[in-house]
């Protein structure tokens, strides 16, 4: 038999067993669903310092939970507990069997019910520091346990505003991960009470119940209850949202190695969805819920994703704004695994017989401006002037013929009708000779940064606005107004640009402070994205943004993309101008809104002239 | 002396002055708090009015001479700034000092037009021949219809619903009166430019007054006018300042692209700002539209959800100069039969006591 071995080990061994094998093939097999190419970068990735460089991160994330202490320290201080506690327990109990019993192979539940088999606290090597340390550290995660408590019973002090629901193996699991520590606790102290040993916690608590307990009789039931509660867990794991411990673990390795979603659902993305561990930070964070939706939300998409129940409506009702992403402490790819379930649920259109025969213009510079440039024809007229005082030679492609980018066919999950105008764009592009695209539109910043293949640089106009005034082939027009930016969603957050815009802009007139920047901002509501929300909700959205916007009580509000200052203009109370307006100083006639008033004062002018005669 | 009633009319537009004369006729002491120092609203910029080709001065006119013949007292120049509620009465304020004690108040603080920037797409306020609505009654006024080049315009198209109908720009309600304003100014032009072209761009015709639908037929047919359905996409600016549409014929379904020397605006009507805000520290209700609303739109279309306060004219709703003078004189007898009943319930009140108090005896 077993060296140390009683029955009431069994439905620990049991599980943990059952979880090792059944991780073993689950990752197996997604491993397999990666899918060659991303295969190959594993292959490639593993033996470098990137492996390296996502052990750290394990340790910071998985185990102290950095990220979420950001965001809200008591709830990061509660994961850190729970997780790097009960790693600390696990490891330093290995260590204490190993260095009493000095044989490499005593078995894991040897570490695990180490009190159980060893009552009377042996002497080894540092063993008093031993006891006292694992006493701490079970007092450790007795804190973190008590806060998961308060936590489920009243959010609010998190600085979350809503918790997670609950299905039904979370909730299986949730009970014995609750129950684990107190069994633990009530055994260790039981027995130190039956044997008179122990240590500050288990010691104490030990003599005080031995006061008025038949701790001897107790104490065999209690390692039980420890042992069931254990494996209760191990078994529930899969199947609940725990599942994120291990598979957070195998995840951060893959991201370093340098996989992508990509657009299919892979064994990548499978890793990614069965990583959240539903913390819900998300949720305050995604406008939907400005716009009365809660379904939709980050969280419980994916658990729909999880449990294959995301239907049409939710996989189009995303802004794709990414403010989830950027708060969530696993960084999942939220906003392309929504984007996955949107593949072929519009047909796609074939017919393309209606583009332009085009022939390229030579030029060093193609500037592009796109369907919603066309729609905000004060940024064209901006960029015009601007380049005309540079002397560049610039060739504003789709200035009388456009075709879209295919972004917005990407992003409905019309990927085929999306290639379609890439390949006629691209042709466009390349036979012009150009060094260098410039595009006013951040939607289509993404696309041809990530799906051209063009072979040449590609800037967003605040980029190339700042690269000239530098190289003081412009001068930015001095305005003396107080300006809030606003961060569009795919310039910022999609594409990392917040300083040059902002450079842009104090390089002439005054940024003012706003609530939320930068990777904070929020969406204005217009997003080509959602395919979902009504117009009603979407004013919900532009409402509070614009609220966060004028707080500050600026002159005008700026923006660098064509469909916020579009979406702005509903209601904005004040002027809403893109960078190039300000820096090519045609804004006049919006800061008098009034050219109405202007023409209004004429009016009266002429009004009263003809009552006289 | 102390019970003639006072009545405060705020907007001296068409319906502040009509309500006034009205009120004034059935015995009421009235001040007239317009914000400018003009009486005369909108109208005041208007060349001629549909349906009738009168000129607006001329109508306007005759309602300032009828004004003139009452004792309404006619205060320009004033912005109320706060009201209060002294039991019956109502309390203005003009900056800090208080303004005048009222027993009601009638809003008739009109429309603002679209500001048609928010409409990007058309350049307005980008491209130097794109004008609105308003701008071609000002041209028409000083009677020169130039582009920004100084020359005769041969075509000019005008564009229907701009800032009206449009969930993009936030307002779904018709503006009513753009249609067949434009089919006026359609008409205007061919009249004073007898070679230019003229296009309409519409979604619906809207013609909902007596004889607008034989004056759009007069414009097709005598005038030669075209009529396009179809909403312009988008406007772009030629070399030579012209402007090029973008549109789809949607009664051909054929796409369509168009240059034109001019290119106006139809902007639609939206509360006006005093309205806004009067109505907010009034605590009135505003509907959908964003317009006052009214206690009840077919029998108690001049009443708010305010005791006290009526509404009148365009701040309701938009509507052209013969319904807001319905408006007006309806709201007048709103006002009339609110301030008479209130005494005459007080009698029938204590007549029912009275009543009471006698069957009781009887029993
Ligand atoms: C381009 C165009 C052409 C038109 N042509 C015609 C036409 O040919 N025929 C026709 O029948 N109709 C026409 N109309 C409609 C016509 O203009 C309106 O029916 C009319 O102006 C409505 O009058 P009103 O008094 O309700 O509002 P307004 O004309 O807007 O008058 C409101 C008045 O209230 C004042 N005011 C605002 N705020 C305050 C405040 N806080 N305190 C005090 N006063 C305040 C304003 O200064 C203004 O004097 C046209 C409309 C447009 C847009
Ligand atoms: S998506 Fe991220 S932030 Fe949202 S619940 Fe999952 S792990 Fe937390
Ligand atoms: S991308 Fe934006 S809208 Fe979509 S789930 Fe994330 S936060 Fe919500
Ligand atoms: S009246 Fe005509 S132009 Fe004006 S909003 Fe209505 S339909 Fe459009």
Known sequence: ?613 | MTNIKKIAVLGGGVAGMETSIQLNRLGYQVDLIEIEDKLGGHVRNWYKLFPDHKPADEFLEKLISNLSATDVQIKTSIQINAFLRKEKKLCLFDQACEFGVYDAVVVATGFDLFEAYRKEEYGFGIYKNVITSAGLETMFLGKTIKTSGGNVPKRVGLVHCVGSRDEKCGNLHCSKVCCITAVKQAITLRQMLPNTEVFCFYMDMRMFGPSYEELYREAQEKWAVRFIRGRISEAAQNADETILIKTEDTLTGRQLKMNVDLLVLMVGMLPSKGTTVIGKKTGLDFGMNRFLKVKDEHYHANETNQEGIFVAGSASAPMNISDTISHARAAATAVDHYLKTTDHERFSEKNNIRNLEKALHEK
């Open chain 1, 1 to 613: 038999m077993m060296k140390f071995y009683d029955p009431f080990i069994l439905p620990f061994v049991i599980g943990l067993y059952f979880i090792f094998a059944y991780l073993g093939i689950k990752f197996a097999v997604m491993l397999i669903r990666i899918g060659k190419p991303e295969r190959k970068k594993i292959a490639k990735g593993i033996f470098s310092v990137k492996t390296l460089s996502a052990v750290k991160e394990v340790f910071l994330e998985a185990l102290l939970h950095k990220r979420i202490f950001k965001v809200n320290p008591m709830l990061g201080y509660m994961h850190m507990s729970l997780a790097f506690g009960w790693f600390l327990l696990i490891l330093f109990g290995k260590i204490g069997t190993l260095s009493y019993s000095r044989d490499f192979f005593n078995p894991i539940h040897y570490a695990i019910f180490f009190k159980y088999f060893e009552p009377r606290d042996p002497a080894f090597f540092y063993s008093k520091t031993y006891f006292l340390l694992m006493d701490s550290f079970l007092l450790f995660i007795l804190s973190g346990l008590t806060l998961a408590i308060v936590k489920r019973f009243r959010t609010r002090i998190f600085g979350m505003k809503k918790t997670t629901r609950l299905r039904f193996f979370d909730r299986m699991a949730l009970t014995s991960l609750w129950l684990i520590f107190p069994f633990r606790l009530l055994a260790e102290s039981f027995t130190s009470g039956a044997f008179q040993s122990g240590h500050f916690l288990s010691g104490t608590l030990g003599s005080v119940f031995a006061g008025f307990l038949p701790v001897e009789n107790l104490m065999y039931p209690a390692w039980w209850a420890y042992s069931l509660a254990l494996g209760f867990f191990f078994v529930s794991l899969p199947f609940s949202r725990y599942m994120h411990i291990p598979t957070e673990m195998l995840l951060i390795f893959l991201r370093k190695w340098g996989l992508d979603t990509g657009t299919k659902m892979s064994g990548y993305a499978e890793a990614q969805v069965l990583s959240c561990s539903r913390c819900g930070i998300c949720i305050d964070n995604c406008q939907l819920k400005t716009a009365g939706e809660t379904q939709a939300n980050p969280v419980y998409f994916i658990q729909a994703l999880r449990n294959q129940q995301v239907n049409p409506a939710l996989a189009m009702n995303c802004l794709q704004c990414g403010r989830c992403e950027e708060i969530c402490p696993v960084k999942i790819d939220i906003r392309q695994l929504r984007l996955i379930t949107r593949q072929h649920l519009t047909p796609d259109q074939s017919d393309y017989h209606y583009l332009p025969v085009e022939q390229p213009v030579k030029a060093d510079v193609i500037f592009f401006g796109g369907c919603m440039t066309h729609l905000t024809p004060g940024i064209v007229a901006a960029m015009k002037k601007l380049v005309a005082e540079s002397g560049e030679k610039v060739w504003f492609m789709d200035e009388q013929e456009s075709v879209c980018c295919g972004r917005p066919q990407l992003l409905a999950g019309e990927a085929e009708s999306a290639m379609r105008l890439i390949e006629h764009n691209r042709q466009l592009i390349t036979g012009s000779g150009a060094k260098l695209l410039v595009t006013s539109c951040p939607i289509c910043l993404t696309v041809f940064v990530r799906e051209y293949n063009l072979g040449i640089e590609v800037l967003h106009h605040s980029q190339y606005l700042l690269r000239l005034t530098r190289s003081q082939k412009i001068r930015p027009k001095p305005a003396l107004l107080k300006i809030a930016y606003h961060d569009p969603c795919e310039l910022g957050r999609g594409n990392a640009i917040y300083e040059e815009p902002r450079q842009l802009i104090n390089s002439s007139a005054i940024l003012v402070k706003t609530k939320h920047e930068k990777q904070m901002s929020l969406c204005c509501g217009g997003s080509l994205g959602n395919l979902q929300l009504n117009a009603d909700q979407q004013n919900l959205i532009l409402d509070e943004t614009l609220q966060s916007l004028t707080a500050a009580n600026p002159d005008i509000i700026a923006t660098s993309c064509p469909l916020c200052k579009k979406t702005f203009q509903k209601s904005s109370p004040v002027p809403v101008l893109d960078i190039a307006e300000i820096a090519a100083g045609t804004w006049q006639h919006y800061i008098q809104p009034a050219s109405q008033n202007q023409e209004k004062a004429n009016i009266h002018e002429l009004a009263e002239n003809q009552l006289m005669n």
